[in-house]
Every structure is written in structure tokens, then in C-alpha cells.
């Protein structure tokens, strides 16, 4: 591709970056987002596990984060329990077939979480009905609930106990800052003692 079109676009891209992360430096936002970390360094120490799902590419961010857990993220320590209710296709489709997309991760939160859990729910738009559903679900149930979106956050935030708004509409900055707090959450916990 050449330079002038494509160049264009990464230069773009990357003052977009720089720009996103000078607004996720904000003190109150990185309280929110250490906050976070700290609810789930004391939810594994005390042997509960971590519930995440989303949508498309927050699947996949969900299933990513679950996978740091279960494995490692920067350093070698036990195994935590965290899954992502929509590695299934099975589980999300019988679901979906019988009581429609909206319960998929109601049905899911139903089945594996337990009060003290930390359940996660990520959606882009801060509109996923299924995404918000499952959350009322689980604070209905007692677990801690931490919610990742955009911009739009009305309906999130006073539905859970931790909402993270990333200050940006352009869906793939959401979605990498999403992953980027994911990324520091697991090493937050592995600097811990939640886990040895």
C-alpha cells in the first residue's frame, strides 16, 4: 500500500493512541480501574473465581482475560479460576434456541456463579442487553460486578458495582483499552498474595 494512503492511517491511528492514553492517565479513572484490581486480588485469595463474557470481539477479550488467569500472564504462580461463558458455541446456541440471545449469559451467570465471584461484562456499545442482563443476574446473586464499555455508560453504571467507561466511541481503542486493563489486572494479581 502506499505511503500516502497507508502511512496516513497509522500515523492517525497512533495520535489517536497517544491521545486515548493521556485520557486513561486521569487519576480518577486509574483509581477506578486499580480498584478493581483489588477486588479481584481478594476474591481469589479467598478462593472465588472470576465470571467474564461479552459479545464479538469482547468474547474474545473475555476469553483472553479468563485464559491469563487459568494460565500466566508475566510470572509463574498457581492456576486461578476464571472462565468466559462464551467459549460454548454449544452452551450460547441451546441457550439462545430455547430462551433467546437476551438470557445467554443469565443462564450462564445462573449456572457458575456463587456470592463473592467477580463477575465481568464487556460491551463496546454500554447497550448489550444480554451483556446487562447477565449483570443484574449476578449482583442479584452477591457477586462483585464490574462492568467495561465506551463512552455510553448510563445504563451500566448504576446497574453494577464498577463501571469502567473507556473515554473513546471508536470501537477497536474500546476494545484495546479493555484489554490492556485485563493485562494489568492479571499482573496486579500475580504481584499478590492471591497468587501463591
Not at 500500500?1 to 486509574?30: F, I
Not at 452452551?91 to 463473592?116: C, E, K, L, M, W
Request: proline share 4%; charged share 20%.
Amino acid at each position: 500500500m502506499p505511503d500516502g494512503d497507508g502511512g496516513a492511517l497509522v500515523r492517525a491511528t497512533l495520535a489517536e493512541h497517544e491521545d486515548l492514553a493521556r485520557r486513561l492517565s486521569d487519576p480518577a479513572l486509574v483509581r477506578a480501574v486499580t480498584a478493581v484490581g483489588e477486588v479481584l486480588v481478594t476474591s481469589f485469595a479467598a478462593g472465588h473465581k472470576l465470571v467474564a463474557f461479552g459479545n464479538g470481539g469482547s468474547a474474545a477479550d473475555a476469553a483472553h482475560l479468563a485464559a491469563e488467569f487459568v494460565g500466566r500472564c508475566t510470572r509463574d504462580r498457581r492456576a486461578l479460576p476464571a472462565i468466559s461463558l462464551a467459549d460454548s458455541s454449544a452452551g450460547i446456541t441451546s441457550v439462545a434456541n430455547d430462551y433467546g440471545f437476551a438470557h445467554v449469559f443469565t443462564r450462564g451467570v445462573q449456572a457458575f456463579v456463587t456470592p463473592g465471584d467477580v463477575v465481568l461484562g464487556m460491551t463496546t456499545s454500554g447497550r448489550s442487553e444480554n451483556v446487562l442482563l447477565g449483570l443484574a443476574e449476578a449482583r442479584r446473586l452477591g457477586a462483585a460486578t464490574v462492568a467495561l464499555c465506551g463512552a455510553y455508560d448510563e445504563e451500566l453504571r448504576p446497574a453494577v458495582d464498577h463501571c469502567l467507561a473507556v473515554p473513546s466511541s471508536n470501537t477497536p481503542r474500546v476494545q484495546e483499552t479493555h484489554l490492556l486493563w485485563g493485562h494489568l489486572w492479571a499482573e496486579l494479581v500475580e504481584c499478590s498474595p492471591a497468587a501463591r
